[in-house]
């Protein structure tokens, strides 16, 4: 659960006259929101809003984005600013709630607005598995900056399977390409394959919803791929595909919302992707999980900009290319023979496996071969993988298998391409994204590691199972279809050379080991790097990477610790690993930039008043520091890998802009309240690229050795240790630093450390001495072994024990011939030095010890008793009283007379020896029994004295305790230390001495002693000072000596018998840095309670205990029976704690306090409930000591979270000047030190007021159940139910209880209540529990709620509404006053017309669907159900609704709890004065409504659904609605809405019911089948009593207005005026006080006017009178639930979580007491209405010839086809037009179709059965579509397609009025004019509004990939409704009755007709009009040519004539004239 505290708000500007302002927060996409206030300068909600979280815990990445709005204004005018608040420290600390006060508010450009707000996160962790509160491994505190890559917002993570279900939604396809085609889409989701019905034409819809449900886990769905695929079905299979789009589920996993609606896809060719886009398809992509809501998803506008939605292929395929070259460190075959390494010859490989790679990535699995054993195999193999960028999968899978491929994996690894690659988006203008690559590098591999039992761990991916040289690199392009290849030669030679080897060293100094294993087995701890160091690998040199064995010792209290005291134990080990200083030291320079700046951004965050400047001040300053000082050491980095290169520009580049903009930014322009985002960013962005996958070295582990068993590891990043000589910023945050780990074994804590680790190069660890403090000392050492035979001690008879051996007893050299290491010399002589580690007596830390011994007797059968042989024993023999049959007892050592027994000093004898009667012993303690054989004890022992028994004992008991002023334990240690000094034993034979070999030794000889042992030690020294540290000079000296040479006499005469041994070899040297004094420190505890146990079993409460260990001590607080919130208020006081090593140590490194919570009720052990890792604060200077802060530390139980820890803790240091003293000491209470005043809540007396109202929901075997409510200690206990059955209601339902509660509400424990049943005979079992949490939302001030608040104080939550009235209603009333003047202007007068439905279309903002005459009555649709709607508070403001659960026991890991019943009751928490004689305040709980169950009427109006999932085969479903009221159920399967996913119901069902016997209403969706039982589909659930008692009245919304009769007629009970009086006396107002004529009324010191709400007389008719329109005015303006349409979402109880659907309903309540309601309100479905369509074809132009005459001229014989669209049956065809030689084409023909239609969704209603056997039709609603195709005429062939017009009559294109104006529409993608951007879209028109269009439209015909212009034809559209269409009846075609219009025969040209009628005419129009230029030219040339031949005819006779009489021309010309002389005188 999260919960945020919406606390108050800071608004400059406000003038408190202003709107209302509320906050609205979201998280994952849930909307949230706070209750409206006035509009003041600190408006305060103190509101706590809450998300539950399910199954899906918070992630790191996650974020709640809050608004501050004013309400009822839209979005960008009404925001006053948002903010973003990151939850990452909630993830960290889920137990400290984040309190952020005064976050500045950003406007869209990021500026600030000036408004702040404060609020407060909490985070409770329900149900997550793996969410322990306790780290496995570590270091404890955690880091501050964890290195590892930040998780991607919207990635996939990582999980156990989840229900998940993908849904696909195929809406309409556009411009598929294609000729008369019938598209058919396919939809594969995984290997599921669906398919829609086929439509026709080139955008068809569909509208077919297709569901697949899955069981994955998130990063398993992301990768299955979803396939949509568009086919024509008339084509043949080669060719039938269209277009193609593939995804992954992943990307809509990641899109937002977990959805893309309305996307358009680009369809490509599955073979030709580079051809372009073969059309166009809409579909919706969702994904459910289980426990999310769905997103909306709305439908867009038709003016939507398309290029911005459109979804295309992702842009970049590529190829993954994964190299294998070998393997190194490779575990052996059998573990167990681990301890014979010897029986292996050199050289072999039977020790070792057959290993494979094994490589998983995206779904696909390749495995490389099978190499023979071997501990390094080569495989050089390469594997190619298919890539997506960017990529979808982020995981590569690599595992090392042993054998073949399916045997177990030795070893996994994994490599995430978020590491390893950038889409460039982690920087601000940054280099530009890297694709994937990786190495050459090494990449360890971890897996769980068998005992030497063979029997394999339960703790997986710890052990280190060896390494594989890998690289990666993505290649651009196709794969080519390969697999996998060889490497090439030169590509091996080439890697080898980056691979130099260097010598490195780690080092451990083990200061505590604390919370070990108890028992007598020795234990040890080991270190290691790979397989340098692990004991049980033969392949590397020994080391001395092991701690001396030690004996856990017990501290007195709970826990046992190894006791190292002074000397500390080291372990150090050498390796050999690639050199990739560059990379490590570059990692820890970014992670120390990331841990300053995390810090300063902390404290930041914190900081108060003028602090954050200088804070910020030095946050900027250290940050530019940091980058600068990194920069240098980044630009010197070699790049040896792509990989290097890629993250150092990424690295560079972004320090460079972060130094840049953190010294620009000094000081912020806005303030310093704006710093903290920007450098929230700075580090989100640091820490992105603080990653480094080829580090190459695997982690450093340390074990814990529990004998020869590896019980516990611990594993440390090796980065995190490395030291370099670049600086103390690069080495690593842990390099020689002491750090507290947890090693972890079974899932569970098994040791506590506390050591100081070092890792470098050898050459550089000349350093390493001034990281370690005290002496390093390096020792030989064994062990001389003896016993003791007849009374003398010798190294004979050792009964298997060698002469000399370890400490561990195994076989060893003697002194003489132990060398030092090569190197090495000795430094003194062997010197005895008792091991103080081992020693230590049982009583050194026990308060108080029981003594006893046993007093044997024995006698002859038939004699006296008489003292035995052994008179007295040991405790041995007394194990064996009660023991199990048949087990041989013990007989015991011998031991003096009790009478001998001393009490040691320093202790006092409490009482005298005593003889224990308890048991099977007579009364004077004796026991009987027989011997077998002489001497031997008795097989088992009586009560009863028999003749037989020959023996008898009886145990004797004696306390004795220490003095008090004895000395403590701890100078008792030091004691025991200064007593047992070297100094101390020198000289003095100094054994040690045991009853048994195997047993605990002890200084002091005892009688029964039988054997002993001394140690031997011999310092050594380097033979020469070198300049590395002398610790790694010690690897492998063992193995450079010789095995010691055996006597050839000894070893020749062990062959002869059989027995060939291995010799010892030299014992690794003894490690130890010795301290010469400890400090000592005072650690405070403070433990106040603890919250929210979790009961350990079936238990409903626990005794809750808290035991503390810290270091080698422990305490444990007192017990505290019966209760789960556990008030201990107790201080542990730990005095003189031993600490060994520098304090300023101690100060940065705190040992870790661990609290363990036990169940002590059972006794015993008790039962573990929960765990907490706490780190104390640190004073070494007493005098500046602070008092500690109490906080929340969360408790990790078994199952998960497990409660809270309220504590605090602080380390002392006690010097010797006595400063420690000045600290006071806790006060003491009840035997206990209770916490001091400073630190402890301040408790004040609060009144804790109780509404009990009742009982739900509890099973029937519940009779009289009464409630216990406990809170703070005390408890309040309910009156009996006595009859459950009839009243569920408590007979007193207002109690209350006084107590003292913290002040502070952090501290406010929760309220626990619990439910237990009366039986018989005082039975009172306890039936059910809850836990209420986060009281906060119940504190309020101490007043009546009638009584008006105080000045300063806020307003109670139901004060809410008269606030409202008081302030909003006056602008309200002007707003609806001027609203009115507008809407009057527009009503229509006849309100008769105005149905529900209109009503429902005008709230939907759909003015088409709705009528005139609906603006006023309006009607509130809610997307929600009623109760999530913000304002109402989820109608428990009178009472809430508490879910009780099962007592005890733990809920499945993952899974919420399952409710057993509910508490319905609220609370109310208030000061009271601390005055006795100051009166208390008035109650709140006074005016309640009758608790009797009371007769009501429901009706529920169940209007339509939406998305529900298809449940029949054809991808639909048949629903219908049952509702169910207790045991009523209505609703009859053959009222079914058949074959639809949208049912329209329209249904109204009446039931009545006794509430709250019968509170819950059912509404359940089923799905009718021929043969039930039906399926279900969903239900909601609708609780009825909480809208009943609700005071926001929601049993019957409030109408807009108040009408006496017609469609909306008042349908309440109580008119609106007995409402109001109703609504002010329930909360606590002054009844309204009307005038005579009921328009003004006086309401709460205001008085209001029917002018404020009705500007004038009313224009509606059948309005009441004024007096109840003025009253429902005011009702409305209190903010009641007014008419409304909520929507419900559907469940199904198959499928818990996902979402099947949502229903719209609303539901009315009408109670029988106030008497008969109203009518019920009409909402039967609109019908469609028949419209006929009348399309005339007129002409024909441009048409495309298709056919080819026999004169070789283009014609076609043209006629149009045409239908709408889904009925192709109604397909109808003009007549043909003949040899048209132009194109041109006349017809006059009449096409005619009916149809039905639905104006409300302008879609055609298509009634129709799919097949001849389907029983019921399907209505397809499809958008009204006509289609005509242009066709070619052929006798004797198909018919050729030329050209196609689809019309959409409610979109229709704007006709041209002549055929030349006529051009191609925009054809691009819908409703946009692309790919021709230039062209400029038609305007549009709708056939329905218009009636009658005519004009010219062209057709289009596909091309390859575009469409172009093939005709144009004439047409005239008429719309008639059906009478219409009556009343002017016309034909199709030119059939009778041939009118409206009448049409005539078409004019076609004559030579269209036959030749052989007309051959002239024929030839007259087929060639005069076709060639007549060419004819009339070739008549010119023929006249031409004929007078030329005339020229050419006549031309000789001439010339000729010419020729013959030249001068008869002249002669008839001189003839004339002298006739004309004489004539003259």
């Not at 295309?312 to 070998?326: D, E, G, I, S």
């Not at 960013?681 to 640091?686: E, F």
């Not at 014992?1067 to 400890?1078: A, E």
């Not at 003189?1136 to 304090?1143: N, S, T």
Request: glycine share 10%; charged share 20%.
């Amino acid at each position: 659960m999260l919960r945020l505290l919406v606390a108050s708000a800071h608004i400059p500007g406000a003038t408190g006259s202003g709107p209302g302002v509320h906050v609205s927060a979201r998280f994952r996409g849930v909307p949230r929101s706070t209750r409206v206030v006035p509009e003041e300068r600190s408006p305060t909600w103190n509101e706590t809003l809450a998300w539950p979280l399910g199954t899906h815990p918070l992630h790191p990445t996650a974020s709640l984005t809050l608004r501050l709005r004013h309400w009822g204004q839209p979005a960008p005018r009404g925001d006053l600013g948002a903010t973003t608040v990151s939850l990452d420290r909630l993830v960290a600390n889920p137990g400290l709630p984040l309190a952020l006060s005064h976050v500045p508010l950003l406007d869209p450009r990021g500026q600030p607005t000036g408004c702040t707000v404060t609020l407060r996160c909490s985070y409770v962790p329900r149900g997550t598995a793996g969410d322990a509160a306790v780290p496995l491994q570590g270091p404890v505190p955690p880091p501050p900056v964890s290195p590892v890559t930040a998780h991607r917002p919207g990635e996939p993570p990582a999980g156990r399977k989840e229900d998940f279900q993908v849904r696909v939604r195929i809406i309409e396809g556009h411009q598929l390409q294609g000729n008369d085609i019938k598209p058919v889409v396919t939809v594969l989701i995984g290997q599921h394959r669906f398919r829609t019905r086929i439509r026709a034409g080139n955008n068809p819809y569909y509208n077919e919803v297709f569901c697949q449900n899955f069981h994955r886990t998130p990063a398993q769905l992301a990768v299955e791929p979803i396939r949509i695929q568009v086919l024509d079905s008339r084509a043949t299979r080669a060719e039938a595909v269209i277009g193609v789009f593939q995804l992954d589920v992943g990307t809509i996993y990641r899109a937002p919302g977990r959805s893309l609606s309305w996307k358009w896809l680009s369809l490509q060719h599955p073979n030709r992707p580079d051809a372009g886009s073969r059309g166009y398809l809409r579909v919706s992509l969702a994904i459910l999980r289980a426990g999310e809501p769905v997103p909306e998803q709305e439908e867009p506008a038709r003016d939507e900009d398309v290029e911005a939605n459109l979804l295309r292929p992702p842009p970049c395929a590529a190829t993954l290319q994964l190299r294998v070259y070998r393997a190194e460190d490779l575990p052996q075959a059998e573990p167990a023979r681990q301890c014979l390494p010897s029986v292996l010859p050199a050289g072999g490989k039977r020790g070792f496996v057959a290993a494979a790679v094994r490589v998983t990535f995206a779904g696909r699995t390749l495995c490389t071969r099978v190499m023979p054993p071997d501990a390094n195999p080569t495989w050089n193999e390469v594997f190619f993988f298919p890539l997506r960028l960017p990529p979808i999968c982020d995981e590569i899978q690599l595992a090392i298998l042993s054998g073949s491929r399916s045997s177990k994996v030795l070893g996994t690894a994994t490599l995430h391409l978020s590491q390893i690659s950038s889409a460039g988006a982690e920087l601000d203008e940054g280099t530009p994204g890297f694709s994937p690559c990786f190495g050459p590098s090494f990449l360890p591999f971890y897996g769980a590691r068998p005992d030497p039992a063979g029997t394999p761990s339960t703790d997986t991916g710890v052990a280190y199972r060896g390494r594989v040289l890998l690289e990666l690199s993505t290649h651009m392009g196709t794969p080519d279809g390969r697999q996998r290849d060889t490497i090439a030669p030169e590509d091996i030679a080439r890697v080898q050379r980056h691979l130099p080897r260097r010598r490195f060293g780690v080092c451990g100094v083990f200061y505590s080991a604390t919370m070990v294993p108890a028992g007598p087995e020795l234990l040890r701890f080991e270190l290691s790097l790979g397989n340098y160091g692990d004991t049980g690998d033969v392949t590397c040199k020994p080391a001395a990477s092991v701690t001396p064995h030690g004996c856990p010792l017990f501290d007195g209290n709970r826990y046992h610790y190894l006791p190292w005291y002074g000397a500390k134990p080291v372990a150090a080990v050498t390796s050999s690993w690639e050199d990739a200083g560059h990379r490590w030291d570059t990692l820890n320079l970014l992670r120390a930039v990331c841990r300053r700046l995390e810090r300063n951004v902390t404290e930041l965050r914190d900081a108060r008043g003028d602090a954050g400047g200088d804070i910020g001040r030095r946050l900027l300053r250290q940050l530019a520091q940091d980058c600068r000082r990194a920069l240098p050491q980044l630009e010197a980095q070699p790049t040896p890998t792509p990989l290097d290169a890629h993250l150092r520009a990424a690295r560079l580049h972004l320090l460079r802009r972060v130094a840049a903009a953190a010294a620009a930014a000094v000081p912020p322009r806005a303030g310093w309240d704006t710093l903290l985002p920007v450098a929230e960013g700075w580090l989100r962005r640091v820490v992105a690229l603080a990653v480094e996958p080829q580090a190459g070295l695997p982690d450093v582990l340390l074990w814990l050795l529990q004998g020869e068993r590896r019980v516990a590891c611990a594993r440390v990043p090796a980065t995190d240790l490395m030291f370099s000589r670049s600086g103390p910023n690069a080495c690593g945050r842990l390099c020689g630093r002491i750090q507290t780990l947890f090693l972890v074994g079974s899932g569970d804590i098994r040791a506590q450390l506390r050591l100081r680790l070092w890792l470098g190069r050898v050459a550089d660890s000349g350093d390493l001495p001034r990281h370690l403090e005290g002496t390093l000392r390096v020792y030989a050492e064994t062990y001389e072994n003896q016993t003791k035979l007849l009374g003398k001690w010798g190294s004979r008879g050792l009964l298997g024990r060698p002469g000399f051996s370890d400490s561990a007893g195994k076989a060893g050299l003697p002194r003489h011939k132990i060398r030092p290491p090569k190197g090495w010399r000795w430094d003194g002589p062997w010197t005895v030095e008792p091991q103080r580690r081992l020693l230590l007596d049982t009583e050194t830390n026990v308060g108080e010890v029981l003594e006893e011994v046993y007093e044997n007797e024995s006698r002859q059968l038939g004699g006296e008793w008489g003292p035995a042989a052994a008179a007295s024993t040991d405790a041995v023999s007394g194990r064996w009283r009660g023991g199990p049959p048949g087990r041989k007892p013990s007989s015991g050592a011998a031991v003096p007379p009790k009478e001998e027994v001393a009490c040691p000093q320093g202790w006092h004898v409490t009482d005298g020896w005593r003889v224990d009667v308890t048991g099977a012993v007579d009364e004077a303690g004796w026991e009987y029994g027989a011997s077998a054989a002489p001497g031997s004890p008795p097989p088992a022992w009586h009560t009863v004295e028999k003749t037989y028994h020959t023996q008898r004992r009886r145990r004797w008991l004696r306390t004795r305790r220490r003095d008090p002023g004895a000395q403590g334990r701890e100078q008792d240690v030091a004691a025991f230390l200064r007593l047992h000094s070297p100094e101390a034993a020198a000289g003095a034979e100094t054994w040690e001495y045991g009853s048994l070999w195997g047993c605990r030794f002890h200084l002091q000889p005892r009688a029964g002693d039988v054997c002993r042992r001394r140690c031997w030690h011999r310092h050594m020294v380097p033979t020469q000072p070198s300049p590395v540290a002398p610790l790694f000079l010690l690897e492998g000296s063992p193995g450079t000596e010789d095995p010691v040479e055996e006597d050839k006499p000894a070893a020749a005469e062990r062959r002869s018998r059989g027995s060939i041994r291995t010799p010892p070899r030299q014992p690794m040297p003894l490690i130890l840095i010795l301290f010469q004094r400890p400090n000592f420190f005072q650690l405070r505890c403070y433990i106040f309670q603890a919250l929210e146990l979790a009961p350990h079993g079936t238990k409903a409460t626990a005794g809750p205990v808290a035991h503390v260990s810290f270091v080698h001590v422990s305490q444990s607080t007192r017990v505290l029976p019966g209760t789960l919130d556990p008030l201990w208020d107790q201080t542990l006081l730990f005095h003189r704690v031993l600490l060994y090593g520098d304090p300023r140590g101690v100060q940065e490194e705190p040992p870790a306090v661990v609290v363990e919570v036990f169940d002590q009720d059972g006794g015993g052990a008790g039962g573990f409930l929960g765990r907490s890792v706490c780190t104390p604060d640190v004073w070494l200077d007493v005098g500046r000591r602070r008092p500690p802060r109490l906080r929340r530390y969360s408790l990790g139980g078994p199952g998960g979270p497990a409660g809270e820890l309220l504590a605090a803790f602080e380390l002392l240091h006690d010097t010797e000047d006595g400063s420690l003293a000045q600290v006071s000491t806790p006060p003491w209470r009840q035997g206990v030190f209770s916490v001091p005043l400073g630190i402890r809540p301040l408790l004040r007396l609060m009144a804790l007021e109780v509404l009990a109202w009742g009982l739900r929901g509890l099973r029937s075997g519940v009779q009289a159940p009464s409630l216990e409510v406990q809170c703070g200690g005390r408890t309040l206990r309910t009156p009996t139910i006595t009859d459950l059955a009839t009243n569920p209601n408590f007979p007193i339902n207002a109690f209350l209880l006084t107590l003292h509660l913290p002040a502070e509400e952090e501290y406010v424990p929760p309220i626990r209540l619990r439910v237990t049943d009366t039986r018989d005979f005082g039975y009172r079992p306890e039936v059910g529990q809850a836990c209420v949490r986060s009281l906060g939302q119940y504190f309020c001030q101490p007043h009546s709620e009638g009584q008006p608040p105080s000045p300063g104080t806020p307003p109670p939550a139901s004060a809410a509404p008269w606030g409202r009235i008081a302030q909003i209603l006056p602008r309200i009333t002007t707003e609806k006053s001027a609203a009115d003047k507008a809407v009057e202007e527009e009503e229509d007068e006849d309100e008769d017309e105005v149905d529900w439905w209109s009503k429902f279309y005008a709230a939907t903002g759909d003015k088409v669907k709705s009528r005139p005459g609906t603006n006023r009555d309006r009607l509130k649709i809610y997307g929600c159900e009623l109760e999530a709607v913000p304002e109402f508070e989820g109608l428990q403001d009178f009472c809430q609704t508490f879910p009780l659960y099962q007592p005890g026991g733990h809920p499945t890991a993952g899974e919420d709890p399952v409710p057993v019943g509910e508490f319905k009751g609220l609370f109310r928490i208030y000061p009271l004065p601390e005055d006795p004689g100051v009166p208390p305040p008035p109650r709140h709980f006074q005016e309640l409504p009758p608790s009797r169950p009371q007769k009501c009427l429901v009706r529920v109006y169940v209007v339509r659904a939406f998305d529900l999932p298809p449940r029949d085969r054809n991808g639909l479903c048949d629903p219908y609605v049952r509702v169910s009221l207790g045991a009523k159920t209505l609703g009859q399967r053959d009222q079914y809405v058949p074959n639809t996913l949208e049912p329209v119901f329209g249904r109204l069902f009446e039931v009545t019911g006794t509430i709250p016997l019968e509170k819950d209403l059912r509404v359940s969706l089923l799905d009718y089948d021929l043969l039930p039982p039906d399926q279900e589909i969903g239900t909601t659930t609708i609780d009825l009593e909480n809208r009943l008692l609700s005071r926001f009245r929601a049993h019957c919304g409030l109408p807009t207005l108040y009408r006496t009769s017609g469609p909306g007629r008042w349908r309440d009970q109580l008119p609106p005026s007995r409402a109001l009086e109703h609504f002010a006396r329930t909360r606590g107002l002054p009844a309204p006080e009307f005038n005579a004529d009921g328009t003004t009324v006086t309401f709460g010191d205001h008085t209001f006017l029917l002018s404020h709400f009705e500007s004038g007389p009313p224009v509606h008719r059948h309005l009441g009178v004024p007096r109840e329109r003025l009253a429902l005015h005011v009702l409305r303006a209190c903010h009641l639930v007014p008419e409304h349409l909520e929507t419900r979402t559907l469940y199904s109880s198959t499928q818990p979580g996902l979402e099947q659907g949502k229903v719209q309903m609303w539901v009315d309540i009408f109670p029988a007491s106030l008497g008969p309601p109203g009518p019920p309100v009409d909402i039967t479905p609109r019908k469609p209405q028949r419209y006929e369509l009348r399309c005339v074809v007129w002409n024909t132009r441009d048409v495309d010839l298709g056919d080819t005459n026999l004169a070789g001229q283009r014609m076609s014989d043209i006629y149009v086809t045409g239908w709408l669209d889904g009925l192709e049956e109604q397909r109808q065809r003009t007549d043909v037009h003949y040899r048209s030689l132009q194109g041109d084409g006349g017809f006059n023909w009449r096409f005619v179709f009916s149809f039905e239609y639905l104006a409300a969704e302008q879609l055609c209603v298509l009634p129709r059965k799919e097949h001849f056997w389907s029983l019921d039709e399907t209505v397809l609603k499809v958008p009204p579509k006509l289609i005509l195709q242009v066709w070619d005429n052929d006798k004797f062939s198909a018919d050729d397609f030329l050209g196609v017009l689809e019309l959409e009559l409610t979109r229709l294109p704007q006709p041209a009025q002549h055929p030349q104006n006529c051009t191609p529409m925009g054809q691009g993608a819908p409703q946009s004019p692309w790919p021709w951007r230039v062209v400029r879209t038609p305007s549009r028109l709708s056939l329905f509004r218009q009636r009658r269009v005519r004009g010219w439209w062209p057709c289009t015909v596909q091309e390859g990939s575009k469409r172009r212009l093939s005709g144009k034809l004439e047409l005239s559209l008429e719309l008639l409704t059906a009478k219409e269409a009556e009343e002017r009846p016309a034909g199709k075609g030119r059939e009778d009755p041939n009118m409206y219009p009448t049409l005539p025969a078409p004019m076609r040209p004559e030579w269209s007709f036959l030749w052989l009628q007309a051959p002239l005419r024929s030839l007259r129009y087929g060639i005069w009009r076709q060639h007549r230029c060419r004819i009339s030219l070739g008549l010119a040339l023929l006249l031409l040519l004929a007078l030329l031949l005339t020229f050419i005819y006549a031309a000789p006779g001439y010339l000729a004539m010419k020729v013959v009489n030249p001068l008869q021309s002249l002669h008839l010309a001189g003839g004339e004239h002298p006739a004309g002389s004489a004539g003259k005188p």
